[in-house]
C-alpha cells in the first residue's frame, strides 16, 4: 500500500500583506537517502505544498529540488541526514520559518527517515534585485 504524505501537520497563517508579493520560493534538499522515483515525488509534492502554505505563497510560485543518494555525513557519520535551503522574496521570518522547519523535518522523517536532529535548513530573505526570472530581475 502506497503511503500518502500531506503537507498540513502544521497550520501555517497567511499574512496577506505578503499574498500579492511576487515570488519564487525555492526548497532544495540534499540528503545521502536514496529515495525511488515515487518516493521522491511525493515529497517534493508535499514539500511544494508546505512551502506554499507556510510562505504564505501561490503554490504556482513554489519550486522543490530534491537531490538523493548524495555523499554526506553528519557529525562523522553517513546516518540518514539532510541539509537544505529556502529562498523567496519575503515571507522569511521567525513564525514561517519555524512552521516551515517543522513541516520539512517531518516529511524528511516520513519518507527517508531522517531523523529532524540530522536535518539543517538555512533561510534566505532575497532583495527583489537579486533573484532573476524571465530573463530579468523582479526589480526590472
Known amino acids: ?5 500531506r503537507a498540513s501537520h502544521v497550520p501555517c497563517p497567511i499574512d496577506t500583506s505578503l499574498q500579492n508579493l511576487p515570488g519564487d520560493p525555492s526548497l532544495l534538499i540534499y ?4 529515495m525511488d522515483r515515487d518516493k521522491k515525488a511525493t515529497l517534493m509534492k ?5 512551502v506554499s502554505l507556510c510562505l504564505s505563497k501561490p503554490e504556482s510560485y513554489v519550486a522543490v529540488c530534491v537531490m538523493d543518494g548524495l555523499d554526506l ?9 539532510a541539509i537544505g535551503t529556502v529562498t523567496s522574496l519575503g515571507s ?10 517543522k513541516e520539512i523535518c517531518s516529511l524528511l522523517a516520513d519518507t527517508g527517515g531522517i531523523p529532524d536532529d540530522r536535518v539543517y535548513l538555512t533561510f534566505f530573505d532575497v532583495p527583489r534585485e537579486n533573484m532573476g526570472y524571465k530573463s530579468a530581475t523582479f526589480a526590472g
Not at 500500500?1 to 504524505?5: E, L
Not at 508535499?46 to 508546505?50: G, I, L, N
Not at 555525513?73 to 541526514?81: E, F, K, L, R, T
Not at 522569511?92 to 522547519?101: A, D
Request: aromatic residues 4%; glycine residues 4%; hydrophobic residues 40%.
Open 46 to 50: 508535499a514539500a511544494s505544498k508546505a
Open 1 to 5: 500500500m502506497r503511503r500518502v504524505i
Open 92 to 101: 522569511i521570518n521567525l513564525t514561517n520559518n519555524k512552521r516551515l522547519s
Open 31 to 34: 540528503t545521502n537517502v536514496d
Open 73 to 81: 555525513i553528519w557529525a562523522g557519520s553517513d546516518q540518514p541526514a
